[in-house]
């Protein structure tokens, strides 16, 4: 295997967020993530680029896995709930955008009221009078500091930020459809692998068995014999329902019954190849793809916002409310020219005291904004962790892969040689039953191992937000 090095840029880039807003203090910036190392590191993975794809599943070319991960991101229940989010947010953005617009209302209605004749210094009868009225109601805030952008704004963040929570939910159904996949595939190579050593345990059996009968054995090696085919068989059961529980667990995530797709997943296939097509360079700004830091960023963005909104509560607002309409004491005068009514009134409002409550909600909204900086941070390092992670775990897991071959080389030909030995007289049939615990062993081992690496392979995809191109 080649060696190469995985170069990458730097996350310098992500620092740029700062600029967003103003009200983002000195000190704020300065508590944002520094730039990351401009190296992965040397992990010894050398492979030609992959074609870019957002289905990053398709890498596999198994349509199996493919139509089982489109079908469970049509059906899955967790989607749905993120997707009606989604919805929910945009309804909020144009709940904001609303606050450009005056409201107007319609209202109409009769009213009957009596006077008292005693109101005045001179008493007298008592009077009733009663009227019509028909009119149209306005009242508009007046964007004068902005305040409605910023919430509009704020609105805005939130809306991506909940699509960036559906594309990691996604994201995270696909990874753990193809995880489980393997798996499946894994426990099935098992059990291919015990099937076919019970079928070669069984003829050791009856060869041994057939020296015993001639006097060429003794009793010991019959009863190792069997020993090492029974307990080859007991392994069955333990597969079947590894491989029963995977199909369930692929079922729920798909959102179907495990009847439905147990038979298309019964029937055992090759594992894909586990030496993959990793690319040289992968840069570390993809690391801005990733699901949950856009919802991160987009989330710091709407706690910044906040803040401003809440320091803008201290300054003075503008409303202008007015009304338009006729009144009548007869209904049938209710549009003579003389009956229009109309107002207006421009208000300018400034709360100069309220008990330090704007003051603790410009706190609230500092302290939410240091939680989202903390948030922030965190979820990079750990995108830069993940990465890493799987990376240096895909490299080792190969390198384990190549020597395991070897070790399974060996003990194929120790096979061999110690069950000619025997036939010959020459070995102890304690030597048989070690090679051939050795070779299900290392047979086993392998299989293990290139699961493992396709799963490295699905949590590098995973780390990196989907396709790494």
């Known amino acids: 295997m080649a060696i190469i090095r995985t170069v990458s840029t730097s996350l310098a880039g992500l620092a740029l967020l700062v600029t967003f807003s103003p009200v983002i203090s000195a000190q704020d910036k300065d508590n944002l993530l520094q730039p990351i190392p401009e190296q992965w590191g040397d992990y010894g993975i050398n492979y030609p680029a992959a074609e870019p794809s957002a289905k990053w599943w ?20 967790n989607l749905d709930i993120a997707a009606r989010r989604i919805k929910i947010a945009h309804y909020n953005v144009r709940n904001a955008n609303a606050a450009y617009s005056p409201s107007l209302s319609l209202g109409a209605g009769w009213s009957q009221a009596r006077n008292s004749g005693m109101n005045g210094d ?7 009078g009663s009227n019509w009225n028909l009119g149209l109601n306005m009242s508009w805030e007046v964007d004068l500091f902005g305040k409605i952008t910023s919430q509009v704004k704020q609105s805005e963040s939130l809306y991506k930020a909940s699509k960036a929570d559906y594309d990691g939910a996604m994201l995270a159904l696909s990874a753990n459809i193809a995880t489980n996949y393997i798996q499946l595939r894994v426990w099935q190579a098992q059990r291919e692998v015990a099937l076919d050593h019970i079928s070669r345990q069984l003829k050791v059996v009856k060869l041994v068995e057939a ?11 019959v009863s190792q014999a069997r020993e090492v085919y029974y307990s080859t068989l ?19 995530l798909i959102g179907v019954y495990p009847d439905e797709i147990r038979s298309s997943l019964e029937n055992y296939t090759l594992l894909p190849d586990c030496h993959f097509l990793v690319p040289a360079g992968i840069p570390a700004d993809l690391l801005r793809r990733r699901p949950d830091i856009v919802a991160s960023e987009n989330q710091l963005k709407a706690y910044a916002t906040a803040l401003g909104i809440a320091k803008k509560d201290f300054l003075p607002t503008l409303t202008i409310n007015g009304s338009v309409g006729t009144a009548a004491h007869k209904a049938g005068d209710l549009f003579d020219k003389q009956s229009l009514t109309y107002s207006i009134a421009p208000t300018l409002s400034w709360t100069l005291f309220d008990g330090l409550q704007r ?3 410009v706190a609230i909204a500092r302290e939410q904004l240091q939680m989202g900086i903390d948030d922030y941070n965190f ?9 890493d992670n799987s990376m240096s775990a895909y490299k080792s897991t190969l390198l384990h892969i190549d020597a395991v071959n070897e070790v399974l080389e060996q003990s194929n030909k120790s096979m061999s040689l110690s069950l000619d030995l025997y036939k010959s007289g020459l070995t102890q049939f304690s030597n048989v039953v070690d090679a051939l615990m050795s070779v299900l062993s290392n047979q086993n081992t392998l299989i293990v191992a290139q699961g493992d ?17």
Not at 63 to 77: A, C, F, K, Q
């Open 58 to 77: 398709e890498s596999f070319n198994d349509s199996l896995l493919d139509s089982l991960i489109e079908r469970g991101i049509d059906n899955n229940y």
């Open 122 to 128: 001179v008493p007298g009868n008592a009077t009733v």
């Open 211 to 221: 020296r015993h009968d001639c006097g060429l054995a003794d009793m010991l090696d």
């Open 234 to 252: 007991a392994s069955i059961p333990n597969l079947e329902n590894g491989i029963r529980t995977m199909i369930n667990a692929i079922a729920t």
């Open 359 to 361: 003051n603790n909600n």
């Open 379 to 387: 979820t990079v390092m750990t995108a830069v962790q993940d990465v």
């Open 453 to 469: 690496a396709l799963m490295d392979i699905i949590k590098l995809y995973e780390a990196l937000g989907g396709s790494w191109m």
